[in-house]
């Protein structure tokens, strides 16, 4: 499992109670990242929260870019959690597998595909990402921030996945 195993403590627990309270479960990486650096995990559950109440994305676009990075990148504790809070949302299982695979036919509005399809060019393809990408998203009403914001998730979920795999066994 881990290189680590997180014991309990006041401490930990103090952390962990809230996140269990608002999302319902705590899968074992966030324990982990939790244990390992306390103040740097609530930053983690911080970006989360402002995700969950985003001002113009729809917050299951995130969910579905994570599902696609995590399954792109076998990262499989991301796989289980957001194909688990897909599944909680009401979105189908074939609809679930389909975007592990194919992150443009997001099952969004032609607005967030657009979206989707180009925060996943960034991340994989930055070299190709230039100004008319970002002139097609505000094109659709996209702002600045929103473009930020939808490619720095899926590079956030990159980055937490690769240190996750690093402590692990």
Not at 124 to 134: A, N, R
Request: aromatic share 14%; proline share 6%; hydrophobic share 40%.
């Amino acid at each position: 499992m881990f290189i680590y195993k997180p014991t309990p403590s006041e401490e930990l627990q103090k952390i962990i109670d809230p996140v269990q309270r608002k999302f319902g479960i705590v899968p074992p990486h966030w324990e982990l990242l939790a244990f390992i650096n306390p103040v740097r995990f609530q930053l983690f559950i911080q970006e989360i929260t402002y995700l969950q109440t985003h001002p113009h994305i729809n917050p299951d676009l995130f969910a579905m870019l994570r599902l696609y990075v995590a399954n792109r990148e076998h990262f499989k504790y991301c796989q289980s959690f957001n194909t688990k809070l897909l599944l909680a949302k009401g979105f189908d299982k074939n609809t679930i597998k389909a975007l592990k695979k194919d992150a443009i036919t997001i099952p969004l509005d032609e607005k967030h595909q657009l979206l989707a399809q180009k925060a996943i060019k960034a991340l994989y393809e930055p070299l190709t990402f230039d100004t008319s990408d970002i002139t097609s998203l505000k094109e659709r009403g996209w702002t600045d921030g929103d473009i930020y914001d939808a490619i720095d998730h899926a590079a956030f979920l990159f980055k937490f996945s690769k240190i996750i795999q690093a402590y692990t066994l």
